[in-house]
């Protein structure tokens, strides 16, 4: 007897992102499966797949965001019922992936959470990872399986071309010292649209045994009646880009925009953003933003049609990287 193999595709959504993961299944014009997600009385997280997944390509989309121990756990137990249910092959799709800041030991006695949320993921069973613009690419190191790294860069940066046009004077901003990777990726992505841009950074300090906790000193870089784009991976309690907004205008900044991949929007987050002397923030929704901490100066764009290309080159056997040139790393 002689078979020919196919290959199906089944996408699954958990419960941390579901807008996302329907504009991701649209995307790809494939139907999100059916899975029975619910919470027993204890807190206990309860999975059954309701149709087949054997000998199929599953992908499990879930996005780490709050409560964000249960999301991760979730995800792990989905992992666990595919390889039970004998699915060919799981990949973990984590628009974001959590504990990614815990990637080293800053101080002794510290852990490396990142480290651990990967084993976590790996012995769950799952057989690949697609992730989106990780705190630092180092992370990927963690996994003994293959890692896709996926950026929002492009789709940023494109955002910021057709705000400011070709020619503008703009000035890109990391907003500390760790971040001149993604300032020049940023930087190169406007020359494409004929947007010659300068480049600048914060002399940020954070007290020993703070958290969340960040102070701005000094600019260095060109910035007077420029347009400034402060570019990060993520807004968490937004203490770092707010005080790096008010030090750029206190520098003569013409206007400071704030662009990042993760709007977690913590604690006094909106706040101070509401009050930071910022034109505009633009996130994407890797994580899902509720009404009330939207405002009118915030801006979400969509990394839906970023995912699904790709998922699509996983699905296809064909190159992730050349989607963003090689700049995923």
Known sequence: MELVPTKRLQLFAGRGNRDLSEEIARA???????V??????NGEIYCRFGESIRGSDVFIIQSHCEPINERVMEMLIMIDAAKRASAKRITAVTPFYGYARQDRKAEGREPITARLVADLITVAG?????????????????FDKPVDHL???PLLAEYAAKLFGAGADVTVVSPDAGGGKLMRRFSNYLAEYDIESELAFIDKRRPKGTHNVAVASEV??????RHCIVVDDMIDTAGTVAAAASLLKDRGAASVRILATHGLLSGPAVERLREAPVEEVVVTNTIPI????????????SIAPIVA???????????VSELFRGDNV
């Open 151 to 153: 950026t929002a860069v």
């Open 36 to 41: 029975v997600l619910s919470t027993f009385a």
């Open 290 to 301: 509720p009404d009330e901490k939207r405002f009118d100066r915030l801006t979400v764009l």
């Open 126 to 142: 799952a057989d690949r990872v697609v992730t989106v613009d990780l705190h630092t690419g180092q992370i990927q190191g963690f």
């Open 220 to 225: 260095v870089g060109e910035v007077e009646g």
């Open 28 to 34: 790809l014009d494939v139907p999100l499966g059916e």
């Open 309 to 319: 290309e790709a998922l699509d080159a996983v699905f296809e056997d064909t190159s």
